[in-house]
């Protein structure tokens, strides 16, 4: 007689037993790699001990994989496994970054620098540190998303504390030149680098050493591992000095107190390897990829601009698709997972600031697709995008009075609309 | 005797599970009258914007991310007998106008001008952050409207000879002079 009820649990709301659609939003998340899947189980099921517990063989085993999954992140961006602190995702990463660094320095230094696009949590990091009484300086990019080194050089002050910007932006995939920024900030004493490279670990070549960071934020799904965890770099030598946001027990040299999450950290550890080993073979796969879609779509549709530099990160595509809107778009591509950078599309019904901080037209924004392909997207799905996209784009193209406005030889940037 | 129950039990879960049905409401967040809207528009299209039985309603603004072109032709009783729309916008926005130029049709000026909004939002059923999209379908009617009755002013009150008219249509910013030279 069984004591109690076996239920399954139901999976409500998801699409099982259909069709699922195509992914292509890997900036936004990536699927779990299934190898790091299999690293990760055991630690669910049966090796489940606390990897702070030093008495017994449940915690040695636990230490043991998370100073494993430390190597192999450290591994991955060529630092030493003791500067590496897990966290709970990059947006913490970044906020202890930023935060803890202009706490720890607040007598003396009172200035940061970033970029105008930058994620929300670093610009709501550096808006909450500015009502604190810090200086921001938020430098411009240029029209293809690339920020100019001489306008750093010149935005650096003495007391500056920290420069932070992104390695790969997420909206546009526009790569940075850490390098050059790197140089020019270890000029300046007492001034840290801080770049937020959770889209570009795993994915481009990236080394602390070599290009002078001194803090990096990494995250753990954007590399094809598991939602929840993160790791923040913190230099040692030179030693990065700044204030914890979470205090506690001090593990994790003191910066970030709290038990680890052994599954979490096993499988961001095993992502981040598998990673630095199939980086070319990815980096190959998807730029063919990119390289079909965009020369596919510009074959067959006309007047599509490409927001951002055309030698980004290739499997980040930013189009727009003049005077039809994003959402609309997305609408039709109901069989297909994509991310558009129009007002309807987001919560607080504003456009894209990033592509705003490009320098694109206002009715570009609204008409923007993002497409991001990664290690697991086929021909196939490109191809049957393609094929969606031109048709529903003709269609609405056809319903639309701005495309009718520029069929009849008006130019739409003379009107003066009606505001609402 | 175990397995036969544990077999029941998990056999019911089963049935229990297969039989979830997910509303459409669930698939895309929209309401399947947006997407019939979206799927099949009626009335897309235009009207001659210079005959003078037809009004154009323009609202909106590419930097919004909304433009609504709304166009209709008034027969002598006052009675709109077409109509035709144009929408740059998001699903809801085009199902908004779509559904409005249906709704228009075969009614009186002052009928039409008296839809309201939130008729719309409420046979769509529209969200509360789509409500500016059945906004902006209310004044493009009204815009129309207004561009109708002053074109049938203009005519209708021809001024002396001996002047020239300007006037500027709303729908394309075009302007047109017109001499009408005096015949003495």
């Known amino acids: 007689m069984l004591g109690f009820k076996l239920e399954m649990p139901r999976r409500e709301e998801s699409l099982q037993g259909k069709t699922r659609p195509i992914y292509l939003d890997m ?60 966290t709970s ?20 230094k009172r200035h940061i620098i970033t970029t105008q696009t930058e994620h929300k949590c ?30 750093l050089e010149a935005a650096i002050r003495p007391d500056t504390a920290i420069v932070s910007i992104m390695a790969v932006n997420n909206e546009t995939g526009v790569i940075q030149p850490i390098k050059e920024i790197g140089d020019i900030v270890r000029q300046h004493r007492g001034v840290y680098f801080h770049t937020d490279a959770a889209q570009a670990a795993g994915k481009i070549p990236i080394d602390v050493n070599e290009m002078n960071v001194d803090l990096m934020s990494l995250s753990g799904h ?27 027990g001090g593990q994790e040299r003191g910066l970030r107190s709290g038990t680890l999450a052994t599954p979490l950290v096993v499988g961001m550890g095993e992502a981040a390897r598998i990673c630095k080993q199939e980086m070319t073979r990815d980096h190959t796969w998807i730029k063919h990829l990119s390289d079909m879609l965009v020369t596919k779509i510009n074959a067959r ?3 599509v601009v490409r927001n951002g530099d055309p030698n980004g990160y290739p499997g980040c595509v930013n189009l727009s698709f003049a005077y039809v809107e994003g959402e609309s778009l997305l609408m039709a591509l109901k069989d297909v997972a994509l991310s558009s950078g129009s007002a309807c599309t987001s919560a607080s019904l504003e456009p894209s600031y990033v592509l705003r901080a490009l320098g694109a037209a206002e009715d570009m924004a609204h008409s923007s697709l993002r497409f991001g392909m990664g290690r697991f997207t086929t021909e196939a799905e490109i191809d049957f995008v393609v094929e969606k996209i031109v048709s529903v784009v ?13 069929q009849e030889g008006i130019d739409i940037s003379t009107i003066d609309w009606a505001q609402h | 005797m175990l397995r036969s129950a544990l077999a029941k039990t998990v056999l019911n879960a089963n049935t229990r599970g297969t039989r979830v049905v997910v509303p459409q ?21 235009s009207l001659p914007k210079n005959a003078p039985d037809v009004g154009t309603g323009l609202v909106g603004a590419p930097a919004c991310g909304d433009v609504m072109k709304l166009q209709i032709r008034v027969d002598e009783n006052g009675i709109i007998s077409d109509v035709k729309f144009k929408t740059f916008g998001c699903g809801s926005a085009i199902a908004s106008s779509s559904y409005m130029t249906e709704r228009v049709k075969g009614l009186s000026l002052e009928d039409a001008e008296k839809i309201k909004n939130t008729e719309i939002a409420k046979e769509l059923c529209l969200p509360p952050v789509k409500l500016h999209c059945s906004m902006l379908a209310e004044d493009a009617i ?39 030279p005096s015949s003495v």
Request: aromatic share 8%; net charge positive.
């Open chain 1, 122 to 151: 670093v610009l709501d990091s550096c808006r909450k540190l500015q009502e604190e009484g810090f200086d921001v300086t938020y430098l411009p990019v240029q029209h293809n998303g690339v920020i100019r080194l001489d306008e």
């Open chain 1, 301 to 303: 549709v006309e007047h």
């Open chain 2, 142 to 180: 009204r815009s129309a409207i207004r561009d109708y009755r002053k074109k049938r002013t203009n005519l209708s009150n021809p001024k002396q000879t001996g002047f020239i008219d300007v006037s500027q249509s709303a729908a394309t910013g075009e302007t047109v002079a017109t001499a009408h």
């Open chain 1, 394 to 406: 003709q269609r609405l193209r056809d319903m639309s009075p701005l495309w009718e406005m520029v």
């Open chain 1, 27 to 86: 900036q936004a998340t990536t699927p779990v790699d299934p190898r790091v899947l299999d690293a990760m189980l055991p630690y669910m099921t049966d090796q489940y001990g606390n990897p702070h517990s030093r008495t017994h063989a449940y915690g040695w085993e636990a230490e043991k994989a998370v100073e494993d999954a430390r190597k192999h992140i450290a591994d991955l961006i060529g630092a030493d496994p003791k500067d590496i602190v897990f």
């Open chain 1, 222 to 248: 954007k590399l094809y591992g598991p939602k929840g965890i993160g790791a923040c770099y913190v230099r040692r030598r030179p030693r990065v000095r700044l204030e914890p946001i979470i205090n506690g």
């Open chain 1, 89 to 108: 995702g990059a947006t913490e990463s970044n906020n202890m970054a930023l935060k803890g660094v202009a706490h720890f320095h607040k007598e003396r």
């Open chain 2, 25 to 45: 409401v669930l698939a895309r967040g929209y309401h399947e009258k947006v997407i019939s809207h979206y799927e099949k528009p009626r009335n897309v299209g």
